[in-house]
Every structure is written in structure tokens, then in C-alpha cells.
């Protein structure tokens, strides 16, 4: 690895009971989750001295630690949207190789889901009016409108059609027809998704992740920690992130995500290529960003994106690249910021404990390599990971 002579594994993920949790609190939902992760790499949370959180608590991390019983001597509260946790995951190797910590818990949990249904708080229309925000506000730039308006992009500048876009989410949901963790899990058809409701043109509903409640979390470790635990060790092999803007006005091509940057970085310091992977975990609250994603984290080619992802291509059964093989955002679980879960399906496909939807490598046999990458804001931020097994 180029960041040290020190390997960094993980070697426990895990989630928290997630889709429609009413009896929990976020709190709660973090601590289910690092006991589950902890539980399934076989450690005792003595070894922990690294820890990552962010989105909760005024402190974040600090109150999260402290409810866990935690007195990190290394933390992380690096926030960026949906591609926190491969930031954190990517800042975590960095600490572990240089010595700085031993063992990183990672931990995210949320009631967005419940917290709605309950009144606590409303669906999120802006993050702010303050800043170089305060420019956009005005016009009614929401969140999905963002996306929705890159998407508009992509068509325009490529022919991407709609049909091709919901391609997305008819294979997202068959993945997750396999995964009895998904929160929806009856098969969908183009149709389907064409006629739904309009949320923000071109987006009809489906081709929008709910919202749910969730926790997940990941632990990271040195290579001396590996002896002692109960499961098979997944490498952190290269990592990558990069910032790209906080505004639409300094966006230089809505058809770009900071994907194109991060994954040739990720790919690069791993030593591998896109055509080595087996598996692809992509953030996808909306359709296009799967889409966009794999261009450019180099699947395929600029512009034939919408090709690419036609005729069951993304299919965890059957598929030349299976894409979001829990049936990701869209079907099986968005709690928020879900870069997290992206890691912890990632190390259970590479483990071989996927089940109905375990992928298979080139040989038949369990997949060597994959790559998990989020993204946050609006395409302002992304976090790319490449992991594999020995």
C-alpha cells in the first residue's frame, strides 16, 4: 500500500435494524450497530481507540462516543454528505498505517423515517439559506431539484433517455428482491416507474430513494489485529476523495460527478483497473447518480452511461458489473447519509455472506475485488474505496 508498510483491514460490519424502526432512537441505532460490528469481528471494544461519526449530537462525534463508552484517542468528524463514511474510511487507513491508531470504529444511525412520521421534523426542502447558498435559495433549488436538473443534463448533452434511467431502479430492485434486509422488495418494471407521480422533472417517484431509519457500522484494524478475529479480513486496498463545489453556479459540467476524481485515485493506489472489479456499491438517492457514477469511475465510457445500464447489465443474477447488490437507496434502505451501508454490503459480498445475492467472481468462485463509492450534497463531494480479499 502507499500509505505505509501497515495493511488496514476491516474486520467487522454490521447494521442496525433498518426500513421502519418507530421504537428506536438514532442513539440507539448507533450503539446496535457498532455492537453488532464489534460482535461480528469477535472483539471487545476495549481494542477500539480510533472513531469516526458524524450527524448527530451537538459534538458530533463526541456525544456518540461518550453514549458508547468510548474515549477515542484518534476521531473523525468529517461531514460531507453521503460520501462521509469512505472519507472517514480512507482518513481511518491513513491513521491506522501511520501508527496514529490501532482500531477505528465507523458509525452512523438515523430515524429520518420516524422522526417524519412523527412530526419531529419536516422533509428537508433546502440545507441552509447562509453562505454561498443564500444565491440559490431564492429560486427553489431543492435537493432533488439539483439532481433532477443534472439529469435533464445528461440527456440533452448525450440522449440519455428516461427508459434508461429507470433501467436503474427496475435492476436496483430486483438486487434487492434477494436481500430480506430490503425495505421494498416487490419487482418493479419500467413502466412502473415511467408512471408514477412526478417529483422533479424528469424524477418520478421511483427513481427517488425513500426515506428510512437505519444504522450501520464498520471497524477497521491493523494487520496484527487479524489473528484474533472471527472473520475473514477484507483489505483496504486504495482510497480517494475529492471536493468539487457547494454552488450549481460553480459546477463546471453537470455531467461530471467528483467521482471521475476520486475513483482514478482510489483505482490508482490500489494498483487496479475498473475492468478488475467484480462488484460496484454506488450512492444512489436518485437514478442518475448510478448512472453518471459509472462513467466515471470508468465502467464505460462518457456519455454511454444509459446504454451501459440497459439489458440487466447492473443484476446481481446475470449481470456483467452487479451494482448495488443489496438493492441499494432505492430499494432496500436511505437513511440519510448512506455511504456506510455501502461498505458494510461491500464487505459481505467479498466475505461470501451475501446469501440469495451473492455475487461471484470471474472463476465461479466468491468476488476478489470491489469498490464502494458515496457521494455528498448534490455531486459537491465523493469518497471512493477499493477493497479485496486475500
Known sequence: MARGSTKVAVVGAALSDCGRVDDATAYALHAQAARRALADAGLDRTVVDGFAS?????????????????????????????????????????????????????????????????????????????????????????????????????????????EQLAQVAVQARANAALNPEAMFRTPVTVDDVLSGPLIADPFTKLHCCPRSDGGAAVLLASEEY??????APVWVLGTGEHVSHATLSEWQDFTVSPAAVSGRLAFARAGVSPADIDFAEIYDAFTYMTLVTLEDLGFCAKGEGGAFVGEGRLLVRGGQLPVNTDGGGLSAQHPGMRGLFLLVEAVRQLRGEAGERQVR??????????????????????????LGRE
Open 226 to 231: 487479524v489473528r484474533d478475529c472471527r472473520t
Open 361 to 386: 467472481g470471474r472463476d465461479g468462485g466468491l468476488p476478489r475485488l470491489g469498490v464502494a463509492s458515496g457521494t455528498g450534497g448534490w455531486f459537491c463531494s465523493s469518497g471512493t474505496v477499493v
Open 54 to 162: 458524524a450527524g448527530l449530537g451537538t459534538l458530533a462525534p463526541v456525544e456518540v462516543a461518550e453514549y458508547l463508552g468510548l474515549r477515542p484517542t484518534w476521531v473523525d468528524s468529517t461531514s460531507v454528505g453521503g460520501s462521509t463514511w469512505e472519507v472517514m474510511a480512507a482518513h481511518a487507513a491513513d491513521a491506522i498505517a501511520a501508527g496514529h491508531a490501532n482500531a477505528v470504529l465507523l458509525v452512523y444511525g438515523s430515524t429520518a423515517r420516524a422522526d417524519v412520521k412523527a412530526g419531529r421534523r419536516t422533509g428537508t426542502l433546502s440545507f441552509g439559506a447562509r453562505g454561498p447558498l443564500q444565491f440559490e435559495v431564492p429560486y427553489g433549488h431543492t435537493l432533488i431539484a439539483k439532481y433532477a436538473m443534472a439529469a435533464r443534463r445528461h440527456m440533452i448533452e448525450y440522449g440519455t433517455t428516461i
